[in-house]
């Protein structure tokens, strides 16, 4: 039995102690980013810094990369694991600046080398890319107006208004996605319900999501989105596992749902197709983006995936 404490999912599993207490200390921050050893995670534009030739993240110590710091426009306290960890956000200067800055690496979009990386460093790497991208979009207190700016090492923006004064935390987009399944009275093979989005590389099937709307729960939230896209009727949805996915800031959670008829009616503003599946068509899938294969499946960092390969493990004849 799967279990996310012990075996995370890709970007899931960061072992950093955040150090919740420690960081509303400035003085104790500023400790720490002056330690030699400290770990500094440079980004540009939402992309990590990697190795231009193989998949692997380049960070730095501060001894290495202390000029770092002084083109920062935002220093951001990750957590501690043997030595602090620190985001550089560089996204103010030009792709030639960056370039000359580090031409020891590449920026690059995570997602596009994430199933490659070692778990922590991917798991770090997303942290560092969602945090700094919540900063970059909450510059001015959605109060009055008056600019922001970061505290307790970048995990909340306080108003600059002494007036006002507001905190704002850390914004996440909890997103459901479910598996579907139908189980037949008669004992024959269960299927799976898989989805098309027209921006999917050709070919490729995956299992229907959908963000939270006010005022529902997840299984409700399951229940309407399946609902909605795909003309399907639940009688049931059981949560899974969930997976941090800050492209750009969501959480998704993932559940498995029960179908009460294989009926399907598909919202064509949603989905190009909805077919049902069996774990053996589905065993015969190619990879997401390979343009060999008539049909694929998601990307393997994602849950929408794991979800996928966890039913066809269960449901593949013995």
């Known amino acids: 039995m799967f279990n996310p404490l012990t075996q995370p999912l890709r970007y899931a599993g960061l072992r950093l102690d955040r150090l919740s207490a420690q960081r509303k200390d400035r003085p104790w921050l500023e400790q ?128 600059s208004n002494s007036a006002c004064g507001k905190e704002h935390f850390p914004r996440l987009d909890p997103a459901v996605i479910m598996l579907v399944e139908h189980i037949p009275s008669d004992g024959g093979p269960r299927l799976a319900l898989l989805g098309r989005s027209p921006h999917f590389p050709p070919g490729t099937y995956s299992t229907l999501a959908g963000f939270v709307e006010t005022g529902e729960s997840l299984e409700e939230a399951v229940a309407r989105e399946v609902w909605e896209e795909a003309g ?12 941090p996915w800050p492209f750009p800031a969501s959480i998704m959670l993932g559940f498995r749902g029960l179908a009460a008829s294989l009926a399907i009616q598909v919202d064509q503003d949603e989905l190009e197709d909805a077919r049902w599946f069996s774990a053996e068509q589905l065993q015969g899938f190619g990879e997401w983006g390979d343009p060999n294969s008539a049909y694929s499946l998601p990307r393997k960092d994602s849950i929408s995936r794991w979800l996928i390969d966890e039913w066809i493990a269960e449901n593949l004849p013995r």
């Open 32 to 159: 720490q980013l002056q330690q030699p050893n400290s770990r500094l995670v440079p980004l540009w534009q939402g992309r990590n810094l990697l190795h231009p030739e193989r998949p692997e993240a380049l960070h730095f110590s501060r001894a290495e990369a202390d000029f770092l710091l002084e083109h920062s426009q935002e220093i951001l306290f990750l957590g501690q694991q043997q030595h602090a960890w620190f985001a550089l956000d560089l996204s103010h200067l030009s792709e030639q600046q960056v370039q000359q800055l580090l031409p020891q690496g590449q920026f690059t979009d995570i997602r596009k080398v994430g199933p490659l990386l070692p778990a922590e460093e991917a798991a770090i790497l997303a942290c560092a890319r969602g945090l700094l991208h919540w900063h970059q979009q909450h510059q001015f207190c959605s109060l009055c107006g008056h600019p922001s700016r970061a505290d307790q090492g970048g995990h909340l923006r306080r108003c």
């Open 232 to 243: 399907v009727r639940l009688s049931r949805a059981d949560y899974r596992a969930s997976q």
